[in-house]
């Protein structure tokens, strides 16, 4: 007797080598991931590997085997070197997905056997997913997962069917069958997989800029910005919209002026005081931008949870947002803000650099001698002069020189609202007015079909307050006096000169097609990206958890989990019973003459059996004997029992009534 | 040791190799089919972990939502895998015939009842054999057993296995038929002919019969009816066919103590031997066994009654 031994082994010693389809799907896969990444990689790493993949592949065709060494050492050394030196080092998202992509795409140079071809769709899986650390939108992870087609085809590729001829006619369903059905697991999975309070690790650093707003404005800086068509938010509103030409989302303020830039420097002691009524109360999307501001609409009255309000009323989060972040506010629209200014809050929003912007401070002297303290017709004045002075709104402003005040104010006369907030604050202060740039956005396109305000990036903006005596902080948008566009319209808008012309790309047709794009794309921010630990909690709210823990979401993925496998053990444990309706119905029949005391016999026959119960239950003893003649005939008498047959052998022994007796 | 061994042998028969022998037809339920994940799976498993971590320490839902579904499918593989055996019916066990020694032919019949099960593999004796079962049908998977006796041989355990659909997890199912099969006696290479009792006597001289054998000059006293006239005619003299009869090939009187001085081993290969080139001249024989006689016949089926015969002499 042989030992007892669990046999795991692989039995052929030696393997195969991948078939021609085999060996085609997994270039596929492999080209599906090179696809995928290619987006982020340099072009030229791109088209290299896929020279590498084509040139493999016909090698391959042409019944070629192994690639020589001399070749593929060379072709990882020159990776490497590659990548180090795009990216500087091998680490990090970018320079690992181009190192990890790279490589994968030369392991099929030696893709002969059946373990290469393993870990080469193993790690595919991974590249794959490693793709979705730079876009997770709805539309690239659709892409990447309809990747996990391929893989899997190649792994049942793999796998020796048995003689017959693979195409994609035969593979291709069962493969899509498979990800179809395993769709509720995933979903349970993902809903109930506990997520990190905190990462683990580092969360990726962007090494690219993104544009957006930031905490620093210099003119000229945002012309990126204001052409980037990508959304920033969206926001819903509970009560009615408010009116385009009123929707100023305040993200920063600043004060310090060097000359240069503008910077948010002391933005006020305290909280400061904020009155007047009504409230408008609404929910923000905020896509990731890897600041910590949090765009509030108009003067908050107090911060959204698990934010801070600043001296400046503005609105941080305690984390950067590296991923979609959901938030409520409320804002005051008929608002006083700070009707006393603090010292220091007045000398801050006072100061000026020196010797920038002399003949714009004799501009501003003029004034003050002109109105005296008159701040609003101060205001008043420098607006009409962006309005009647020949300043024109242009996104591609000509270059400013060294004083960027005095050059844009009495050279240029050109730009966008950074060099109108800019000079207008530079203006106000000059005249003695305390004033500060704020940026945000501002406008915003209302989609009547989602009834949000979708908020891009071209939305950015930039705008001055002023203090005003026995008001407070007053916004002044000294780009609206220029082009009153801007402000109604929005940023391209304005920029195309005419406003509001009807281009191509603003036809109904497109308009109604991108809203509705637009909404699912919300969708999917809300419900899958943005699903964090916090909506997780309160995803066992109906069920009469308020926070549910780490411990009850196990509990409910374990549960789930439970039920989800008793029914796939269900349907892979389910085999229909050997026999047909016709063995079935007597199956029914012998139970119930055994419940009446006749139970069959070991080898009798049905004949033998229903006489036997005829003569024990005489007043059956008709409904039998019909019954085994019908069982006879239709057992016996054709190769296959006839349906009306049989249906009369059922109904017959429905209506059979036996008494239970007690022997 | 022999208390696990025993234990298992008991609670998991189908696990280990000690599955004591079972009647044909083998039904495979799940009570046992066994189904473990294989290295690539297990390999495939941490590399989901490393994703999912990854996914969720990114916070990214999109990766993380393709961890689950690649997951999933994996874990799905497993019930695919547990199907491709569930329900499958290993049914008839043929053999052909062979001396010990050679290989023998075996056919093995594997059928399945509703569904087509791809990927079937059936290890036997170190070699693997794949076969597709069609829905409602069944394969007849052929393979050689490598023989060294006369007499029955146990059919060896059989692993039925399967690593559809991803190769993730392998399904088993051991297989030990209560069948055995028959090996006939080797043959001695070469040795005597069989004693014939006729002798020598009369071999070599040509009877009377009724085939024309040749044409000879008349003698007197030739019977006239032997007279080639035709070909006379052509000739000077009368010619006369010579019919002859081929002497008749003697029956064989095999007979197990016609051989002295002989151990048993060796009078059972050559009475193999007499009674192989017996049946395969054509020639008729009986066959005289200190247990049994089979009288004088040919034919297969008495070549293979004797062969049995003599492969399960004691």
């Known amino acids: 007797m042989s030992r007892f031994r669990l046999s795991l082994r692989e039995r052929p010693a030696s393997e195969p080598p991948l078939t021609p389809w085999s060996f085609d799907l997994l270039c596929l896969t492999m080209a599906f991931v090179l696809g995928v990444h290619a987006p982020h990689l340099p072009w030229w790493l791109t088209a290299g590997l896929a020279v590498v993949l084509v040139a493999r592949w016909q090698q391959r065709r042409r019944g070629g085997r192994h690639t020589p060494i001399w070749i593929k050492l060379p072709l990882i050394g020159l990776l490497l070197a590659l990548v180090i030196l795009t990216y500087g080092s091998l680490f990090g998202r970018e320079p690992g997905s181009a190192f990890a992509v790279g490589l994968l795409v030369l392991k099929l140079l030696e893709s002969d056997r059946l373990r290469d071809a393993r870990v080469g769709v193993a790690f595919a899986a991974f590249a794959l997913m490693s793709a979705l650390l730079f876009d997770q939108g709805i539309v690239a992870t659709a892409i990447v997962a309809a990747g996990v087609v391929p893989a899997m085809m190649t792994l049942r590729a793999l796998e020796t069917a048995g003689p017959r001829v693979p195409s994609w006619r035969v593979e291709l369903p069962p493969v899509l069958l498979a990800l179809l059905v395993s769709v509720p697991l995933a979903l349970f999975a993902f809903l109930f997989i506990p997520r990190l309070s905190s990462p683990l690790w580092g969360a990726p650093t962007m090494d690219r800029a993104t544009t957006g707003l930031s905490d620093r404005m210099a003119p000229g800086d945002m012309a990126e910005v204001l052409t980037d068509d990508t959304p920033a938010m969206r926001v819903t509103f509970d009560g009615p919209t408010p009116i385009a030409s009123s929707r100023y989302f ?38 990731p931008t890897r600041e910590r501001a949090l765009p509030l609409l108009d003067m908050p009255p107090d911060a959204p949870t698990d934010a801070m309000l600043r001296g400046d009323r503005t609105a941080v989060a305690n984390q950067r947002l590296e991923k979609t972040y959901n938030y409520e506010a409320s804002a005051v629209a008929d ?58 709104y242009t996104l591609a402003a000509a270059p400013l020189g060294r004083d960027r005040i005095d050059d844009f104010l009495f050279g240029t006369r050109e730009g966008y609202c950074e060099h109108y907030a800019s000079t207008f604050t530079f203006l106000m202060r000059a005249a003695g007015i305390p004033a500060r740039v704020v940026t945000g956005y501002q406008g915003g396109y209302w989609n009547s079909l989602g009834r949000y305000l979708l908020v891009r990036r071209a939305d950015a903006h930039a705008w001055t307050e002023l203090w005003i005596e026995g008001r407070g902080w007053v916004r002044f948008d000294p780009t609206g006096a220029v082009r009153p566009e801007r402000v109604t319209l929005g940023a391209a808008a304005a920029a195309a000169g005419d406003g509001g012309g009807e281009g191509l790309f603003d036809a109904a047709w497109w308009r109604s097609t991108r809203d509705r794009w637009d909404v699912v794309n919300q969708w999917w921010n809300q419900a899958v990206n943005g699903f964090d630990s916090l909506r997780q909690q309160g995803l066992l709210q109906p069920f009469g958890i308020r926070r549910a823990d780490v411990g009850d979401l196990a509990l409910v993925l374990a549960v789930g989990f439970a039920v989800l496998v008793v029914g796939a053990l269900g349907w892979a444990l ?30 009798e026959g049905p004949r033998h059996f229903l006489a036997r119960a005829a003569r024990a239950l005489p007043e059956h003893r008709n409904a039998l004997e019909r019954l085994s003649e019908v069982y006879l005939r239709s057992r016996y008498a054709h190769d296959k029992p006839p349906p009306e047959l049989v249906t009369e052998f059922r109904r017959g022994v429905d209506e059979l009534k036996t008494r239970r007796v007690v022997k | 040791m022999q208390r696990i061994t025993a234990w298992a042998e008991r609670r998991l028969p189908s696990l280990t190799r000690l599955r004591p022998r079972e009647p044909l037809p083998i039904q495979l339920h799940r009570r046992r089919i066994y189904i473990l994940p294989t290295g690539f799976g297990l390999a495939f498993a941490v590399l989901l972990g490393v994703m999912l971590v990854g996914a969720l320490n990114y916070a990214n839902n ?81 393979f050689d057993l490598p023989t060294a006796f006369r007499g029955w041989q146990a059919v060896p355990r059989m692993r039925l296995h399967s690593r559809w659909p991803l190769g993730m997890f392998r399904v088993w199912s051991w297989l030990h038929p209560d069948r055995a099969l028959l090996v006939y006696p080797r043959a001695e290479g070469m040795g005597p002919a069989p004693f014939e009792p006729q002798g020598d006597a009369d071999r070599g001289r040509p009877r009377p019969g009724d085939e024309l054998a040749s044409l000879r000059d008349y003698r007197a006293g030739d019977p006239r009816r032997l ?56 020639r008729r024989w009986s066959l005289r066994l200190p247990d049994g006689y089979f009288d004088i016949a040919q034919g297969d089926e008495h070549y293979h009654r004797c062969m049995t015969a003599l492969a399960l002499r004691p």
């Open chain 1, 250 to 287: 305040r993200a920063f303020t600043m004060t310090r002026f060097d000359g240069q830039a503008w910077s948010p420097g002391f933005g006020g002691r305290d909280t400061g005081t904020l009155e007047g009524q009504p409230r408008i109360h609404y929910r923000v999307t905020l896509e």
């Open chain 1, 335 to 392: 608002y006083r803000l700070d009707a006393a200014l603090d010292p220091l809050a007045r000398r801050a929003t006072l100061q000026l650099p020196d010797r920038v912007g002399p003949r714009a401070r004799a501009q501003a002297a003029a004034w003050v001698s002109q109105y005296g303290g008159d701040a609003l017709a101060i205001a008043r004045a420098a607006l009409a002069m962006f309005h009647d002075g020949g300043f024109r």
């Open chain 2, 227 to 282: 007279i080639a006239w035709k070909p006379s005619a052509r000739h000077h003299s009368l010619l006369v066919k010579d019919m002859e009869q081929p002497a008749p090939q003697e029956d064989w009187r095999l007979d197990w103590d016609s051989m002295h001085g002989l151990d048993d081993e060796t009078r059972i290969s050559r009475l193999a031997r007499w009674v192989d080139e017996a049946h395969d001249s054509g």
């Open chain 2, 62 to 142: 999109a990766a993380l939502l393709l961890t689950c579904l690649v997951g999933s499918v994996s874990a799905g593989s497993m019930l695919v895998a547990f199907r491709v055996l569930n329900g499958l019916t290993i049914g008839g066990l043929r053999a052909g015939s062979a001396r010990a020694g050679e290989t023998l032919r075996v056919f093995l019949d594997i059928g399945a009842s509703q569904r087509e099960r791809v990927a079937v593999r059936l290890d036997v004796e170190g070699r693997e054999h794949v076969v597709v079962v069609p829905a409602g049908g069944s394969v007849t998977v052929e």
């Open chain 1, 574 to 603: 389910f085999q229909r019973r050997e026999g047909d309706a016709l063995d079935a119905s007597m199956q029914r029949l012998r139970r119930k003459l055994a419940r009446a005391g006749v139970s069959r016999r070991a080898g």
